[in-house]
């Protein structure tokens, strides 16, 4: 094949090669330092929250003793705050944002628009919906964690119904999403009335999205959901990157769209309702922890492991907040991120409709 | 010339609506091929089926000889490459980064960016001419930038087919002789090129073989010469003109009579 | 016809329920009453009938407004946000001056109403007017933030908490029987402001442009639309709590038989959305029956599968 000048001149310099990993013949991994160097910092931030969560308010374990602590077994007010109260929370805390947070990494990809979110969608709803039938209903039916999965699943199949069209068509999704989140909140609320006062105080905190009380068995679960999960997720990224560029130019390439787009939806329902299951629909993580993950690796691409790291910091970060609030009562986190993510929700629509892709 | 890329037979259809009955055809190899047709006749839609981004509801496509779907998606993505008609440019994506996303179907788990795929994409952007722009984010080149990146891209692929789904369309005449001139360029290289084509005249001047389609079928095909002829251009189209050689390069051209009026 | 319909509906909605009662039951009770059991029971029901008739109208021609205003087929007060703006202000209210009377709530609920249909609609409109998804992602936004606000309210007071899981689903029952005649007058003048508008509502649906051409002043129009809106929310929610979807689905509806008028849309739309939430009122009465389901969660279903149906209608203007 013959090479041929184009009319502009070829630039002067060989411009940088990216970095790569390299081993041997067989392995050739790009790495991007940017997203590297991003990534460790949020490490750092997040191991900084979870040892200001420990050790900060009346129950908080001296600075000076946390690390002996974590790694014996103290007994009394150190032992129970590490083993049952803070410890277990906060362990919930990082998996359940990280779960959020590729959970919202896939749909944003999927439907090639940042307002694609599970929660927008009605995902959440729906799985909560699904929490609640099986947890106040139907007691002792099934367990919760399977009730949250099949409302979810119920959720995504209304919606790839009522856009007729499958999630191909961002706006449309979009607002059917609403629609089936409505009716999940109405039925929701409907359970919620028939239920005895106490039963609907907690049921009420549970559907905000909380993380007060959380204890091992949850955190086995949700960390399982992860370590199951985000390996998928990452084998499915390089496809997803293709994806963003259309669904023909993604087949015109190889990466099968179709399927690549069902496995991504199903891997992020999953993830979505271990997290519900596990701690209610915690609002606006989803949505958000992908788009900071954006911003700060400046990467185009779908960045699963960043938005994972991202997801998990906002919600430590939330929770400690909460859990360090001066109001009398502790509130759900989900009421605090529904708040600062409702607002920041709002800001990203008036930036998407400057730039038209609403 | 044994064809590189044929169809047998197709039938493709839109949920119910069936817009190509019956259709067979042969890609010269080695040949720019020009698509043309009026609105709805079925051209972007050969050309989908054609690269397998659709799936014709009867028939078949074959490439290389054996049938399209007995290879594997990214087997087919090794030997042809196809630019659909409005691609999407992701958010914050650098030239160079958009380009090297067409080097995925040589890519594997394990591969994902080797000096190969580096060579690849510097040799795209030498070929268009992009090579200032690497740096740059796309969201912010001309319409006339973009479409040549995106071309890179393709050509990034190193497959001897190209397919071009209207590579022309929402550019300024200046750009689009740019990118007609570029598709020659490659032609001359040696690479097949099946493209289909709004304009006429620029169909005839850059095409070795002319495909006019209307209706879901095939009406002419051959060298622009014999094919574009004022008969045809009023069957197909329904205007009545005039036939010319062009004076710049003696392909036919196509000059619209006035209408008669009273 | 329509006229025909609101009055089997009130009919039914007087005639059906726990204990159903034979039409001619009813037509005596209301004629005659003479204090039998009977007779109880159907004027038992006469409150959360009159509810029904205000609030449906109220939503119904609300909805007709906001889908004007904002030439949006999505509009509804439930969807954008202004119930619960509404809703919010009154738990406030509530939770730290204590109960007042259905009057009261109305006019406390008016600037909740109204600020979220402002923030809404500044939200939900781009520089290319509001598109559908624009807007109803607005709503959901602003929803979603007071609705955060309303729990943290609500979870710390659990008296409010209380009686606010019962009033946030939106129904007839349980309301005090002054609460329609003190809302009636807000819902009254609501209405005839948007009767007033409904010829420039007309002139505004060809695009500002078009219509500021056309003299109309467009900024006037939207202005006494958002006023007529929140006036019919407030007093909806005041009385009956957050009910969706009736602005969104009657519309629709009448759309189908009076075309895109905005006077016959109105009027229409004004008898038809009681006969929806008569009708959804009673499906609630019937449907789980000892126990009753409030027509908040029956519209909810009802309005959403209409939701679908009205976006899949929207072909390519998404």
Redesign the interface.
Known sequence: MSRRQGPAARPARRPAARPVLRLGEAVSLPIDRRALTVGMLVVVAILLAGFLTLTLGSLGIAPAQLLPALFSDPGGTEGFVLSRLRGPRLTVAIATGAALGVSGALFQTVTRNPLGSPDVIGLGVGASAGAATVGLLYPGVLPVPAGALIGAAVAIVLVWLGTGRGFSSPARFIIVGIGVSAMGSAYTQFVIARAGREQALVLSAYLNGTLASRGWDDAVLIWGALAALVPIALLLGRRLHLIEMGDEMADALGARSGRTRIASIAVAVCLSAAAVSVAGPIAFVALTAPQIAKRLGRSPGTGILLSALTGALILVAADLLVQQSLMGVQLPVGILTAVVGGVYLGYLLIRESRKGTL | MSPILAARGLRLAYDSRVVVENLSIDIPDGGFTVIVGPNACGKSTLLKALARTITPSAGEVLLGGSPMLSYRSKQVARRLAMLPQSPISPDAITVRDLIGRGRYPHQSLLRQWTAADETAVDEAMAATAVGELADRLVAELSGGQRQRVWIAMVLAQQTELLLLDEPTTFLDIAHQYDVLELCARLHESGRTLVVVLHDLNQAARYATNLVVMKDGGILAQGSPTDVLTADLVEAVFGLPSLVIPDPETGTPMVVPRRPRVR | MALVLLLLAVLLSLAVGNKAIPLEGVWLALTDPAGSYTDTVVASRIPRTILGVLAGAALAVSGVVMQGLTRNP?GDP??LGVNVGAAAAIVTAVAFFGVGSAATSVWIALPGAFAAVVVVYA??T???GA????L???????S??I???I??I???R?DV??SY??W??GSLAGRDPGTAGEVAPFIVVGLLVSIAIAPALNTLALGDDTATALGANTARTRILGAVATTLLCAASTAAVGPI??VGLAVPHIVRGITGADHRWLIAYSAVLGPVLLLVADVVGRVLLSP?E??V??VT??I???I??IA??R?RGS?
Not at chain 3, 136 to 142: I, K, P, R, S, Y
């Open positions: 999505l439930g969807l939200l939900g781009g520089p290319r598109s559908p998804v624009r109803v992602l607005a709503g959901a936004v602003v979603a933030v609705a955060a606000y729990q943290a609500a979870l710390s659990p908490f209380d899981r019962y946030v689903i969706g979807f126990q389901l409030m908040g969660v909810a279903f309005g959403a599968p939701l679908l976006v899949r929207m998404a």
